[in-house]
């Protein structure tokens, strides 16, 4: 190449260089995440026994408790950056991994994941224990606890062994068994074994994960979340699911009679404000039941939302919108349905979080808190 040519296309070159770069294709510049913005920070720092932040509850005398893996942490108020007390097994608890929290008649429950039952008696300021054993109890592995008033006056217990009905006027347990009847080979027929497909039945879930308590105009349902430890090839679709009790009857959600979409199921959520039902999965996202309807509204990443493990569920207001709204703790992050959207906002580390892996959520009546696997909890501003 002679050198005339050669600064031709050199020439050329320079010239479609600068086009590309001047001519405005480039691609603009991401988004930035959608932020959120909170006004409290609750951590190892600020007197949180652990990281790992499993249950919130309003405490005696305008207090706040913070449950945790390592025990409650105990506020003189919602506003309160450092912890006045803790509470372990050294001080009330029977265990110190906290599990979920509740006030009913001037007591507050607290289960525990491996000890049973811490009861606060709110007027004298004491702690009594109830342990598996104790009373009816039948498991010291407390999942979850709901409270059933003002029709039946009942406190529900979720374990690794169906759920123990506490009666906190006599201080004794019932226990309802989830496990579906197990029937000999050859029969003989029963009220509980009267069809040949009862033969052989396996247990549709001893382990129950969560529990909620519908009471709507004194007629009572009580949902009971499955955990099932199987293997994916081992799972019945038709024969696990989420069990439901009301009145004299029961039933079960399963994969074949209903929308649900797997048998692990980590929150039921009772939205008071629409009367319908939100179940949150393992793997699946969420689903939103309306029982009058018969209807199953799913929703997952494609909606928006920021992990198909979906934690914790409740409602509140979004103040960034002034309208009422469904929050969802996930794995990936926390995510806002507001009334009247059908796609999720959500927010990760991306978006302010100090961390994405959410275990809790509640509302004090105000704000909203989130609680954190490894990051404490804060209070949404």
Request: hydrophobic share 35%; charged share 20%; aromatic share 8%.
């Amino acid at each position: 190449m002679n050198s005339t040519r050669m600064l031709v296309v050199l020439a050329l070159g320079i010239s479609l260089f600068a086009a590309c770069s001047d001519d405005g294709t480039l691609p603009p510049p991401p988004d930035k995440p959608a932020q959120i913005e909170y006004d409290i920070v609750q951590s190892r720092g600020t007197g949180l026994p652990s990281s790992e932040v499993t249950a919130f509850i309003n405490g005696p005398g305008g207090e706040f408790w913070v449950g945790t893996r390592g025990g409650i942490a105990r506020y003189s108020s919602h506003n309160d950056n450092d912890a006045d007390s803790i509470v372990t097994e050294l001080t009330g608890l029977p265990h110190p991994q906290v599990t979920s929290m509740v006030e009913h008649d001037g007591s507050i429950y607290v289960g525990t994941w491996g000890g049973g039952v811490g009861i606060y008696n709110i007027q004298d300021g004491t702690w009594e224990q109830l342990r598996p054993g104790e009373n009816g109890l039948v498991d010291g592995y407390i999942s979850d606890i709901a409270v059933s008033a003002p029709t039946e006056n009942r406190i529900y217990f979720s374990s690794n062994d169906g759920v123990s009905v506490l009666d906190p006027t006599v201080g004794t347990f019932t226990h309802v068994s989830t496990v579906a009847p197990t029937c000999p080979d050859n029969g003989p027929f029963t009220d509980e074994c009267n069809d040949e497909d009862d033969f052989d039945t396996p247990a549709l879930q001893q382990l129950v994960s969560c529990v909620e308590v519908l009471d709507t105009l004194g007629i009572v349902e009580h949902w009971y979340g499955p955990r099932v430890e199987l293997r994916p090839s081992e799972i019945e679709p038709g024969k696990h699911g989420i069990m439901v009790t009301k009145a004299s009857m029961s039933y079960k959600y399963t994969m074949v009679n209903s929308g649900l979409l797997e048998p692990n199921v980590n929150d039921i959520y009772w939205d008071r404000q629409t009367n319908t039902v939100w179940v949150g999965y393992a793997t699946k996202g969420l689903s939103n039941v309306d029982t009058a309807a018969k209807t199953w509204t799913t929703y997952d990443l494609s909606d928006g939302l920021a992990s198909n493990t979906v934690v914790a569920i409740t409602r509140a207001d979004d103040h960034a919108t002034s309208k009422s709204a469904i929050w969802a703790a996930t794995q990936g992050g926390l995510s806002k349905l507001v009334d009247g959207s059908h796609t999720w906002q959500s927010y990760n580390t991306g978006g302010g979080l100090p961390s994405s892996r959410l275990h809790s959520l509640y509302n004090d009546g105000t704000h909203l808190w989130v609680g954190f696997v490894d990051a404490g909890a804060i209070r949404i501003k």
